[in-house]
């Protein structure tokens, strides 16, 4: 049997009841998991995207006098109404627990309804010490009741993991304006404020060029701030309830990998059309009875993994004996078709006094010299840390078809900081390749490997 879905695979469109979906996906598998849930208003959702065209016998008239004529597209729509609400979500609750990996993070979307049942659920399935936000997102736009407070707000809950080890990137996420910015200084006033947890944003204009015609799609911005707080570029992010694909379409634009799980086929065209003209190269499936839950993996699988964490182990070593050589502590090996060591490369910036003397630059270098180009597409570069623009840059000339790494660029920064010997970029290196025109595939991080690969950074920088 084939698994639904594995780490090393390309971004996922999964088109089935996320009830059939979730058993197929592996343990601690996703850094952020997402749910916008049906919000059990009790009614259908519907939209019916509208456009407008000039012509002379139309019977609307615009600006200048100008008639025109109203068309109506196709209404795309799903089912919000259940008699037992939490019977539904409850179980989908406790899967997306499972799956989020120790430093992950649930956003779960719901409006008044039933976001405070939703509270004392979750604090029950994760515990109330994992409790970390309650996000209120504020807009103002749509019909005003007179006979209540007209409710203009979202609810986003925050659970985590584990409330230890969980990962936040304040400095990642998009600043707003200053209310008042005479009272701050001129460069506070430019660079904005980090948001609190009430998030004014407007909806996804019904006009606006982010539409899709989808119904409650949800803003960019929303989603972009929550994958770029609590994930890191090359990690994987998930919504079984995808709608638009507005996780997918953040997740994409920041480095990050996802799965969008949906049932309804309105859902998924919605989508296709939305990745494709944002040359997103996400893969749609639709599991059979052949799909594997992950514990059902086939055995070359599990030994191809394997052997990746054996050669990104070497990599570290030979890190270990560059910084024992006065270098920084980077490794980096190639591997041929076959699976055997080819060349193994440390970093020779320092002693050599080449500024361009990275691991994968000056592997890659070397390769070009000795094999040629057609063979090195059938390659492999394994290194201890994401490579960086420059190095990316050396194995695209070089033309070696793909790049196994243990830690991300992000992780890498994390660990140097602001430092005059390696000011790290923040680019994840899918988004160099993905300039080009070339095809280079791209494994990482991996977990097992990327702590013994920042081990080795230890009190160096």
């Known amino acids: 049997m084939t698994p639904l879905w594995t780490p090393d695979g390309p971004d996922l ?3 089935a009841d996320n009830a059939h979906v979730l058993p197929l996906l592996p343990d601690q598998a996703f850094q952020v998991v997402y749910l916008d849930p049906p919000f059990n208003t009790g009614r259908r959702q519907s939209r019916t995207p509208l456009r407008t065209t000039r012509s002379a016998s139309g019977h609307r008239i615009g600006f200048a ?3 025109y004529d109203v068309v109506k597209g196709a209404t795309t729509s799903y089912d919000d109404d259940f008699a037992d609400y939490w019977a539904f979500l409850e179980p989908r609750l406790e899967q997306a627990r499972r799956l989020l990996a120790p430093t992950g993070t649930l956003y779960l979307h719901l409006d008044y309804r039933e976001v405070h049942y939703a509270k004392v659920l979750l604090d029950a399935l994760f515990g109330r010490d994992h409790f970390l936000n309650e996000i209120v997102w504020a807009y103002d736009y749509g019909a005003r009741t007179k006979r209540r407070w007209p409710a ?3 609810t986003i809950l925050v659970y985590v993991k584990d409330p230890a080890r969980y990962h936040f990137d304040a400095e990642a996420v998009d600043r707003e304006p200053y209310l008042a910015p005479g009272l701050v200084t ?3 006033a430019a660079r904005g404020k980090l948001p609190t947890d009430v998030w004014w944003h407007t909806i996804v204009s019904p006009t606006g060029r982010e539409k899709t015609g989808y119904p409650t799609q949800k803003p960019l911005g929303i989603l972009r701030r929550i994958v770029a707080a609590s994930s890191r ?9 995808a709608g638009s694909g507005t996780t997918g379409a953040a997740a994409a634009e920041l480095g990050r990998r996802f799965v969008c ?3 309804n086929p309105d859902a998924i065209a919605v989508m296709r059309r939305r990745f494709a003209d944002a040359g ?5 499936v639709t599991p059979g009875p052949e799909a594997a839950p992950a514990s059902a993996a086939p055995d070359e699988a599990r030994a191809e993994r394997a052997r990746h964490v054996a050669h990104l182990r070497r990599a570290v070593e030979v890190s270990r004996t560059s910084r024992a050589h006065g270098n920084t502590p980077f490794g980096a090996l190639l591997v041929g078709p076959d699976g055997g060591v080819l060349l193994e490369q440390e970093n020779i910036e320092i002693t050599e006094r080449v500024c361009t003397g990275h691991a994968e630059a000056t592997l890659a270098a070397r390769a ?5 180009k057609e063979f090195l597409w059938r390659c492999t570069l394994y290194t201890t840390a994401e490579p960086c623009a420059m190095c990316s840059g050396a194995i695209y000339w070089a033309n070696i078809g793909r790049v196994v790494y243990a830690m991300t660029e992000r992780r890498l920064l994390e660990l140097t900081g602001v430092h005059e010997q390696n000011p790290t970029f923040d680019l994840p290196c899918r988004t160099v390749f993905g300039a080009g025109q070339k095809a280079i595939e791209v494994l990482g991080p991996f977990g097992e490997v990327e702590d013994e690969a920042a081990t080795v950074h230890e009190g160096y920088w």
């Open 13 to 15: 469109v999964v088109e």
């Open 65 to 67: 006098g100008r008639s």
């Open 261 to 263: 799980v949906d049932s």
């Open 368 to 372: 070009s010299q000795l094999y040629d």
């Open 280 to 284: 997103v190269p996400a893969a749609f």
């Open 152 to 154: 203009k707000h979202d």
């Open 186 to 188: 001129p460069e506070k």
């Open 233 to 241: 570029p090359g990690d994987w992010v998930l919504d079984f309830f």
